[in-house]
């Protein structure tokens, strides 16, 4: 049984084009992640939600849009795509949130994006 | 500001060496967390471990231990006898009890060669 599971896994598309990941999460966890791995291993996060609540949103433009429709899923969405947009996205899910402290997170297997 | 620094980039020893990856941190929280996790050529991301602010006892999992030390704001974590599947990127992470942000530091490539 896959804890964190992404789809897609790999995904290639055009300057200019919206897509969507998806992500989902069977640990029974109140908070899931959007975190961005450069070309460089950098990784930073970008979004949190915790029971569907946005709790972290860092400085990403609003072209990505996180969606959560229950706390066992959490979709982003991008618009407009760019180059520089290209990058493995990885989606976590972990225990706590909000102000509850840290908990460790468990990653999904990762979502190659390359914009062309 | 909270910041994780791991200055060592890339690291490469022969298989059954000892190897030590260095992390250092900086926050301003009393409570905090620190995390390795390891993310191997496959790409995914595995969790090694989890330590608070509070115990700084040395860990010890098999092949794997781990050195905090308060004084110094460092939280090594060291392979004894490594292998070759040991080789991949290694995160050093830190997280304050504001949030549930973790900061990464920029993480180490282990080669272990055979």
């Known amino acids: 049984d896959t804890a964190v599971s992404q789809t897609p896994k790999y995904l290639v598309t055009q300057m200019g084009n919206d897509k969507s990941i998806k992500c989902e999460q069977n640990l029974g966890h109140d908070t899931m992640y959007w975190y961005k791995q450069d070309s460089k291993k950098f990784l930073k996060i970008m979004f949190s939600?915790?029971?569907?609540?946005?709790?972290i949103n860092e400085t990403v433009p609003n072209r990505f849009s996180p969606k959560s429709p229950d706390k066992a899923h959490l979709n982003l969405h991008i618009n407009s795509l760019e180059l520089g947009d290209s990058a493995v996205y990885f989606c976590?899910?972990?225990?706590?949130?909000?102000?509850?402290?840290?908990?460790?997170?468990?990653f999904g297997p990762g979502t190659r994006l390359t914009v062309t | 500001a909270q910041k994780v620094t791991q200055a060592q980039t890339e690291i490469s020893v022969v298989e059954k060496e000892d190897v030590t990856l260095d992390c250092v941190y900086e926050?301003?929280?009393?409570?905090?967390?620190l995390f390795w996790y390891k993310q191997p050529p496959s790409g995914e991301l595995v969790f090694l471990i989890r330590r608070n602010s509070f115990d700084e006892q040395n860990e010890i999992s098999g092949r794997y231990s781990w050195n905090f030390q308060k004084s110094t704001s460092s939280f090594n974590f060291t392979i004894t006898a490594s292998q070759v599947v040991d080789s991949a990127v290694y995160f050093c992470?830190?997280?304050?009890?504001?949030?549930?942000?973790?900061?990464f530091g920029k993480g180490t490539r282990l080669h272990i060669l055979p």
């Open positions: 976590a899910s972990s225990q706590g949130g909000g102000l509850a402290g840290a908990y460790e997170q468990y």
């Open positions: 992470a830190l997280s304050g009890n504001r949030d549930d942000k973790i900061i």
């Open positions: 939600y915790n029971n569907k609540e946005l709790i």
């Open positions: 926050t301003r929280d009393t409570t905090y967390y």
